[in-house]
């Protein structure tokens, strides 16, 4: 966690930094820390695409703040990397209201988390909103031939 704090501040720090690409796969990353992170990303109008895969400790609680942040003005995230977090049906409820709000995104993954029909049933009104997305990932989740009706 210490290291997200000392990345946000350092990103709340720069006003308006120009990175592109912030890649964060694989780091441990918890709920604090990402609220951490999230605080410094709010400037980070350049960002484009987001990588926090397979950091399974963000739960629900951490969505929220990243939530949060998706449903920002600033926030003109194209590319989102979620796969690998074990994000559960309460995690994609969180995500879809900061998701709908995101008229940029064109790529979304959410592959090798653990949500099951009801978090693809709440994806299905995020799906129907949004008219930019060209990329959605789902692969190894707990999606049944129900999901699918």
């Known amino acids: 966690m210490d290291g997200c704090v000392a990345l946000g501040n350092a990103l709340e720090c720069m006003g308006n930094p120009n990175m592109a690409t912030l890649l964060l796969r694989s780091n441990q990353i918890d709920d604090q820390g990402l609220c951490a992170l999230v605080a410094g990303l709010r400037n980070c109008r350049n ?30 995230l194209e590319c989102l990397f979620l796969d690998g977090l074990n994000i559960d049906n309460d995690g994609i409820g969180v995500l879809v209201s900061g998701l709908a709000s995101l008229p940029t995104l064109k ?36 999606i049944d031939d129900t999901g699918l009706q």
């Open 107 to 142: 790529k979304l993954d959410l592959s090798n988390n653990s949500f099951s029909v009801l978090g693809l049933r709440s994806l299905g009104t995020l799906i129907q909103r949004t008219t930019r997305l060209k990329s959605l990932c789902l692969g190894s989740n707990n």
């Open 47 to 76: 960002l484009t695409s987001l990588y926090l895969n397979r950091n399974e400790l963000i739960t629900a609680a951490g969505l929220r703040s990243l939530s949060a942040l998706l449903q920002s003005d600033r926030c003109c």
